[in-house]
């Protein structure tokens, strides 16, 4: 006989069993439309793994959308209008002309920094503080060569005796990105980074001497070799990772505190309590900071990042590739959940050629080379037309971006002939032209490293590869992780790479990326391209400030790196970004597209 009784005790017993089931899975997470509407974490992926977490030393671009939750600026670019806005300073600088004195001709910048700022010990931000970053900066032996190259021209700095908070930077020359520069340099607290005062005693206008790193191996007094060993030992332990990747070591004036970092999966940041901008964020909106948490998942994979995406693991992404970006916006589930994007990108994508390789030093097989990638295709077969063909090293939004300079067609049969006219032919028919360099007999076979991770770059590799083929150039194609690639590029092991180049929206100063004394480790010259007539142009661009001269200078600049061909230009591309509605956030056209801290959480899911 049936007993209904039990039945029905069984069937409540098992709702309930069910319930605390999904409770459970709620606490875990794995109820990911639920759970995630009551936690104020950003989950945001990251393609790649940042170098480290210290803005003066790297140089990679996902370190930046992490250290800059940590580390504040006195000014920095607000992420709609793309204007400096007040972060620590008050607002921006005084800026005044030096008409006498040593640094007669230069330009001065006065400073000062808000009131409430405060370092995590309770000590006020104060010009002493921006004195030290200035001094480590510009140890020439602290690996930070890349930015040096745009403020070379600081001399010194004065702190206003009455009140430690204003101070005034001087240099020794105008400049056109000058007020920018200096306004985008991150303040260090001093406690942390150089807790045994090894700076403190050098001058600044020690460090800024060309004479000082000159004399690091052979000092001309006693005075100079202590204070060249000081900087030696502040720098190796500045440089070292302690100062990059561990806790209690890395230390700003932001909302956010270093939580953890996991190689390969995630970096965490913790948002601190009582934080001293939420007193004025209201006057000073650069300085708000919603979320709790913040937490960067490595996914290098692009298929990975879909299925993560898909199973709303992650909140925001930029770099979807370009394909599966298109798939998305068919994905009816991916649109209840998440809203895509395509701002412009302040970037450009292109193929590095290493100029000091015997194969690649004459810029006719340079300008082969460039015959050889057909980027209407790339663009409209590998990136569906979400890109703008540039010919050269400016943003073709910029003003001075050169409309005239005609774009190079692919053409292998006008490749083989720029070959032939280098001496390079095919001379024991085996389909691969060859030319005797330095007494010996090599072929054109080439190395082309590229990002294992990028499905672009991986398609566009593979073309290139194709019709490379047709003009006697036997490429082979080398996938690397991301962050080995980059240490090649630095250290000059390749021949041919896949790259990109974020930009910020100010003036472009050419020097870090195409001046001959950037083509050091760091330096951002990876292509080592020389050429007196490139640096004597780059040195005019960066003192002149009438803007129609300016341009004309610009101009020639862009022929002369067009004749030259350093690089293969692709493109610009318009950025792909899914950010979940579970957030109210826009995007932005500066990279990586997003700004995690504006992140403002819904208080209900997408029905």
């Known amino acids: ?154 001399k010194d700095i004065r702190i206003d005796p009455d009140n430690p908070r204003k101070f005034t930077v001087i240099t020794d020359k105008k400049y056109i990105i000058g007020e920018t520069a200096v306004s985008n340099i991150p303040i260090l607290p001093e406690y942390i980074y150089d807790p045994n005062g090894l700076l403190k005693d050098i001058p600044l206008t020690h460090l800024t001497s060309p004479a000082f790193a000159e004399q690091a191996d052979e000092p001309t007094d006693e005075e100079t070799a202590e204070e060249q060993k000081a900087a030696q030992d502040f720098a190796d332990a500045f440089n070292a990772p302690q100062y990059s990747r561990e806790k209690g070591f890395i230390s700003g004036a932001g909302p956010y505190e270093f939580e953890e970092w996991v190689t390969g999966q995630r970096i965490v940041l ?35 990042a879909v299925v993560a995406l898909k199973d709303q693991q992650i909140d925001v992404t930029s770099q979807i590739d370009a394909k599966d970006f298109v798939d998305l916006r068919e994905n009816e589930l991916v649109n209840r959940y998440y809203n895509l994007h395509t701002p412009s990108s302040l970037g450009y994508y292109f193929i590095g050629l290493n100029n000091k390789k015997p194969r690649l030093s004459d810029k006719r097989v340079r300008r082969a080379l460039a015959h050889l990638v057909d980027v209407p295709a790339l663009i409209q077969d590998l990136y569906y037309g979400l890109a703008e063909r540039t010919v050269g090293p400016f943003h073709p939004t910029k003003p001075y971006y050169d409309k005239e300079l005609p774009p190079i067609e692919y053409d292998p049969e006008k490749a083989r002939a720029l070959l032939a006219e280098a001496g390079w032919e095919d001379t024991n028919d085996n389909g691969i032209v060859d030319k005797e360099i330095n007494g010996e007999r090599v072929e054109m076979e080439l190395e082309y490293k590229i990002s294992a991770s990028s499905k672009f770059a991986n398609s566009q590799a593979l073309l290139f590869q194709n019709n490379a083929k047709k003009a006697g150039v036997k490429l082979n194609i080398v996938p690397k992780e991301f962050t080995v690639l980059i240490d090649d590029t630095k250290k000059r092991d390749y021949e041919l790479y896949s790259g990109a180049w974020g930009q910020d929206p100010v003036i472009d100063d050419p020097k870090q990326l195409w001046h001959s004394e950037s083509d050091t480790p760091d330096g951002g010259n990876r292509v080592s391209f020389s050429n007196p007539d490139a640096d004597r142009l780059i040195e005019e661009i960066r003192v002149t400030l009438d803007e129609d001269k300016r341009n004309r200078l610009y101009q020639e600049f862009q022929e002369l790196i067009y004749e030259e061909q350093p690089y293969i230009f692709l493109f610009s591309p318009l950025e792909r970004i899914a950010i979940s509605k579970r957030f109210d956030a826009k995007p932005s056209a500066r990279r990586p597209g997003f700004n995690v801290n504006s992140f403002i959480k819904r208080e209900a899911a997408p029905k």
């Open 1 to 154: 006989m049936i007993n209904f009784r039990s039945i029905c005790i069984f069937a409540l017993i098992s709702l309930v069993l069910a319930a605390c089931k999904a409770d459970k899975q709620q606490e875990q997470g794995q109820d990911a439309t639920d759970f995630r509407y009551k936690d104020n974490t950003v989950y945001a992926r990251l393609p790649a793994e940042p170098d480290r977490l210290n803005l003066l030393i790297s140089t990679n671009v996902y370190a930046r959308v992490v250290n800059e939750q940590i580390f504040l600026y006195l000014l920095h670019f607000d992420p709609q209008t793309l204007e400096l806005a007040p972060q620590l300073a008050k607002g921006r600088p005084v800026v005044e002309e030096i008409t006498e004195g040593p640094y007669k001709g230069g330009v001065s910048y006065t400073f000062e920094i808000i009131e409430e700022a405060k370092w995590d010990n309770g000590q006020p931000v104060t010009g002493k503080d921006f004195e030290f970053t200035l001094k480590a900066l510009f140890n020439p032996k602290v690996n930070a060569a890349n930015i040096r190259a745009y403020l070379d021209y600081i």
């Open 270 to 304: 913790k948002r601190k309590e009582n934080w001293w901008g939420d007193k004025v964020s209201d006057q000073y909106p650069m300085l708000k900071a919603y979320p709790e948490r913040l937490v960067f998942l490595i996914i290098p994979d692009q298929s990975a």
